[in-house]
């Protein structure tokens, strides 16, 4: 196998379900070992990438390929190359721990030798030894995550797809699991795919993100080149009254690269924002108006994310689900 | 094509999984077990009018007690893939790499394994309350009644879990097909004594040849001829297993 082969290639992959395009002509390339990430909020189509990617679902449109081979074309060679951890657990219950790895191991057609050896050495790998012979139903949610993810390491895949891997769970499992994550990919050489809404996740796993909205891909880049986009901090002023004088204010002032109004609170973008904060308090006690909170923040992805979509991720998520109370009042209507 | 270790390994956790639910085996032994007890030998004295004179009423209940027991049962089976798809596991068998003919023969195999489990404890416990087999080696021939009739109801269950996306539809499949299949199929009483109309019906349901053959192989009483039945239930066994599958492959697994 050629070392400098790309992992995945996808060009111009497309899912349209009735009336929704999930997908829409979205292209990129992963090459072999990079870790990377698909940041977006629910319903962006994350999922439905991966599950053309993963087999699962037919593209409408375009053309991807993993590991070498193509996805509609040939299935069971991509699914001998792939591991998958979905984004809702799929294990067996009323099987344990290593029923479900012996299981899994013999589906992909591994040998009595290597499957008793690889099903031992992932279970160390994820530190669920010593659970492996209870059923799976007794397992925390962090514990069915690990054994998710080790038993899509089994087969020795190229390509490992985490969907979501830390959703629902703790902030100290989440953070063991990051910890996996870098783990295995700096370890096996395994490429990742990892989707997230979760931008801290995001920012400290992934070599390159692509953040999607609306089945779009918006950005795709490094994650300290895209937050370089945002050129420089970004402080938050909170005001009492109008703030529109003082917007016009700042909107003049050429050290101030972007101004932006999210409700109460206005958004500037500047170099050392931490020097500028007494100067703007100044300006806005001159206007006569009332600062009551500032905070500066260093930028992160959510301002990136902001940056390209025009909304925070949060707020994107509860215009979504307006979105869809609205289509379901239409659809009662008709 | 077929991977053989797939299909074992898929009857393997089907064995698991029956042998660890307890209250599931005895839960689905009682329903049997109250029909033949409350029906058996409540009209065990009297005359039901269509059963041959000689054979006791019970005598002639069993193998349609026996048919209801592997109807339930192996329609829940092929029906089991929509558990697996409520669960996230059936995603875990989609994407492994092998033949999706292996999965569903993986499927049938274990549902039948378990449906046969099943139908054999109810003639057992039948045989406990009284019931005598009419010759021994018919009884074999009995079996092969009771393969048919699961084969034929998992792949049922197999075409409708293929066509639903969740569990909703279920109540509706149970109570509109599931229970008039059992009813019609003269589990209960002789197809003689049902208006015309209706026994027309009786004739499309694939169980009143498997209950007919039954008791044509266990009791040595039987309306239409054994190979006639034999014949009749294989075909259906045969179409309801390659539309099962046929529809299990085409249906999209997320």
Same mark, same amino acid.
């Given at each position: ?71 509609? $074309? ?52 994820? *530190? ?19 054994? *998710? ?7 020795? @895949?190229?390509?490992?797809? +985490?969907? *979501? ?34 931008? *801290? ?41 109008? @703030? ?21 609170? +206005? %958004? ?29 923040? $260093? ?7 902001? %940056? ?27 | ?254």
């Amino acid at each position: 196998m050629e070392a400098d082969m790309d992992a995945i290639r996808v060009e111009n992959l497309t899912k349209r379900f009735e009336d929704v395009t999930a997908v829409n002509e979205v292209s990129f390339s992963v090459s072999q070992g990079e870790l990377f990430g698909l940041l977006g909020p629910n319903g962006a189509g994350k999922t439905t990438t991966i599950n053309m990617l993963s087999t699962l679902l037919k593209p409408t449109s375009g053309f991807a390929e993993v590991a070498g081979f193509e996805v509609t $074309k040939n299935r069971d060679k991509v699914r001998k190359s792939i591991g998958v951890v979905f984004q809702e657990p799929a294990l067996d219950g009323k099987l344990t721990g290593r029923e479900n790895l012996e299981f899994h191991s013999m589906m992909y057609g591994l040998n009595r030798d290597d499957r008793r050896r690889r099903v031992d050495d992932v279970l160390k790998l994820v *530190e669920l030894t010593d659970k492996a012979s209870v059923l799976v139903e007794k397992y925390s949610g962090g514990m069915k995550r690990r054994l *998710e993810i080790a038993r899509g390491l089994i087969h020795w @895949p190229k390509v490992l797809f +985490l969907d *979501e891997p830390t959703l629902g769970l703790d902030a100290q499992t989440r953070r063991h699991i990051w910890d996996y994550v870098k783990k295995l990919n700096k370890d096996n050489n395994v490429s990742i795919i990892l989707t997230t809404h979760y931008m *801290e996740e995001a920012d400290f796993l992934c070599d390159r993100i692509a953040i999607m909205d609306y089945g779009k891909f918006v950005a795709l880049d490094t994650p300290s080149k895209l937050k370089d986009v945002l050129g420089g901090d970004v402080v938050c002023l909170e005001v009492e009254g109008d @703030p529109e004088p003082l917007l016009r204010e700042f909107k003049s002032l050429d050290w101030i690269k972007k101004v932006s109004r999210q409700e109460e609170s +206005l %958004h500037l973008t500047m170099e050392k924002g931490e020097r500028r904060i007494p100067e703007l308090i100044t300006i806005a006690q001159q206007l006569g108006i009332t600062v009551s909170c500032v905070h500066l923040r $260093k930028p992160s992805l959510e301002d990136v994310f902001l %940056h390209f979509t025009g909304r925070t991720i949060r707020e994107q998520e509860a215009g979504l689900n307006e979105r869809n109370r609205m289509g379901m009042m239409a659809h009662g209507r008709r | 094509m077929v991977s053989w270790t797939a299909v074992y390994v898929l009857w393997l956790r089907e064995m698991k999984r029956y042998a660890r639910a307890k209250s599931r085996i005895i839960g689905s032994l009682m329903q049997p077990l109250f029909f033949l007890a409350f029906l058996g030998l409540g009209f065990n004295r009297m005359a039901v009018p269509g059963v041959q004179s000689g054979v006791s009423y019970i005598h002639f209940l069993v193998p349609g007690i026996i048919g209801m027991t592997l109807l339930f049962s192996s329609s829940m089976q092929g029906l089991s893939v929509l558990w697996d798809r409520e669960f996230g596991f059936l995603k875990e068998i989609m994407v492994a790499p092998v033949s999706r003919v292996s999965i569903v023969l993986g499927r049938i195999t274990g549902g039948t394994t378990t449906t046969m489990i099943q139908g054999v404890l109810v003639l057992l416990i039948s045989m406990v309350m009284g019931f005598r087999l009419g010759s021994f080696h018919f009884f074999f021939l009995g079996l092969v009644f009771m393969v048919l009739i699961a084969f034929t109801f998992i792949g049922f269950g197999l075409i409708f879990a293929s066509k639903m996306k969740d569990m909703q539809g279920f109540g509706i499949i149970i109570n509109f097909i599931i229970f008039p299949l059992f009813f019609l199929s003269g589990a209960l009483y002789p197809l003689k004594n049902l208006p015309l109309a209706i026994r027309v019906l009786s004739y499309a349901d694939p169980l009143t040849y498997g209950i007919d053959g039954l008791r044509g192989c266990f009791i040595n009483v039987a309306s239409l001829p054994i190979a006639l039945n034999l014949l009749i239930m294989a075909a259906f066994a045969l179409i309801m297993l390659f539309l099962g599958t046929y529809f299990f492959e085409k249906s999209e697994s997320v």
